[in-house]
């Protein structure tokens, strides 16, 4: 492993006259044999952190933040980043995400057993290139199993956002949690409350992409399916959940609503995977509201942006996902007019391609048929058509501008109203996109309305 190292490091831990460790994901990720773009650098010592600081500061790093309650340290050296701890062993009040209480220590095993799965607590001497194993790590990395570094009802009892990590790395790594950590891990569920939406929202985040860390197909899907076998995912998403049982039409369905969701996830392009595990939150509401699915796509936007706001996502991600949402059953059954979907393109030009990668993920999630759905071709073709023909498809490819429009009698506050009349009749072909032919369109549209 020492030949995967950067000299930076190598280097300092030669300077320290304590054993310096790497620890964590990348010691897991060598001896599992897989590897990250950017892999985790988690570095420990019998040492506190004033001492190491002095030391790496000679070695060439620059130190970012040191945090003496925890005897963290955060530095970099080129482009590479370190986390470096202090042997310590630490006490939780149940639930809560931060040790109460720290105790510094030369113990190995201490700090082995103060980490959350053994897999993650195998240790690397990088100056001597020797690798500790103090709890068995090493056999649960060749099973692929992920068991806890204690009982693993301590474990999940001391810190609530374990129970996240948890379904993160069997996701990411394709390791499969023994039976003790299962049940460690729902009898503890609830403790998820205790966690902030953000922590929450950011392990979610890194489950719905997981299949990119280490490039384990399905791993996404893997992830959900974990947080809901524990019972996080009730907790964490109960609008999505209610779907569990909700029968859907076996013509088009061979799964209830939750299954769907989460398969859609499984299906889903990278860019649209949020709004592929929420974009049928609507149906277990309209389902138990009114007993059918009907416009679950109008309730579900709304839910979504519920959804979104309790996990404190960005307004921007939002947004965008509660847009798609509300879009994803225009034309599904492919009997619009031609030219009702070219008014849709123009209009939703600018997420065209999330939203017809989220039709895609929704169409082959319902019977698992990875062929193009028909949606989404006929929408693409129609598309293509519109290219084909010149039909500018934003405001910046037409031939006016507001100003030109101000300029010939349009009222001021009339102009965007009027440009964007003037790109759905350019779509439909009522008007041709040349500056003379748009303002005599403009003209006429303005003195009518």
């Known amino acids: 492993m020492k030949n995967t190292l950067s000299q930076n490091i190598i280097r300092l831990a030669e300077s320290c006259p304590y054993p310096l460790y790497l620890v964590g994901g990348r010691v897991r990720d060598f001896l599992a044999g897989i590897s990250a773009q950017k892999p985790d650098n988690d570095i420990c010592a019998p040492a506190d952190a004033e001492d190491f600081v002095e030391r790496a500061k000679a070695a060439g790093f620059t130190v970012d933040a040191v945090y003496k309650n925890t005897g963290t340290v955060k530095l970099r050296c080129g482009d590479e980043d370190y986390e470096f701890t202090s042997f310590r062993s630490d006490e939780y009040k149940r639930g809560e995400h931060r040790p109460y209480k720290t105790f510094f220590t030369d113990d190995i095993t201490l700090d082995a057993k103060r980490r959350d799965f053994k897999c993650n607590a195998v240790y690397f001497d990088i100056s001597a ?18 068991s806890t570094v204690a009982p693993a009802g301590k474990v999940f009892g001391e810190d609530g956002l374990r129970l996240m990590r948890l379904a993160r790395i069997c996701a990411q790594t394709g390791f499969s949690p023994d039976a003790d950590c299962l049940a460690g891990a729902a009898t503890n569920a609830r403790l998820i409350e205790d966690i ?3 922590r929450i929202f950011a392990e979610l985040w890194q489950i719905l992409h997981a299949d990119f860390k280490y490039g384990v197909k399905w791993a996404q899907y893997r992830g959900l399916k974990l947080l809901h076998e524990i019972g996080v995912f009730k907790i964490i998403l109960p609008e999505i959940a209610l779907g569990e049982g909700m029968v859907q039409p076996a013509a088009y369905h061979n799964y209830d609503v ?15 995977r949020l709004a592929a595990l929420l974009h049928d939150a609507g149906k277990p509401f309209c ?20 959804i979104c706001a309790r ?6 991600l939002s947004s965008e996902t509660a847009r798609l949402v509300s879009l994803h059953m225009y034309d599904l059954a492919g009997n619009a007019r031609e030219s009702k979907v070219r008014k849709f393109i123009v209009k939703n030009y600018d997420c065209f391609e999330e939203l017809t990668a989220l039709k895609q993920a929704d169409y082959s999630a319902c019977k698992d048929d990875v062929a193009v759905a028909p949606t989404v071709k006929k929408m693409t073709d129609i598309l293509n058509a519109m290219q084909s023909e010149g039909v500018p498809l934003t405001l910046k490819q037409l031939c006016v501008r507001g100003d030109e429009l101000i300029f010939i009698g349009v009222p001021k506050e009339r102009t965007g109203e009027i440009l ?11 008007v041709k996109n040349s500056k003379s032919e748009l303002l005599n369109y403009a003209l006429n549209l303005a003195n009518r309305l």
């Open 129 to 146: 290139g020797q690798f500790v194993d103090p709890l068995g790590g090493v056999a649960d990395i060749k099973s692929k199993i992920c």
């Open 196 to 198: 902030s939406p953000e």
């Open 258 to 272: 939750l299954e769907h969701s989460m398969r859609a996830v499984g299906y889903a392009d990278k860019r649209v």
């Open 287 to 306: 389902k138990l509201r009114d007993g059918n699915y009907h416009k679950h796509d109008i309730e579900g936007e709304r839910i979504a942006l519920d």
């Open 311 to 316: 996990l404190r996502v960005s307004k921007k």
């Open 420 to 430: 964007s009349k003037l790109l759905e009749e350019c779509a439909i072909n009522s």
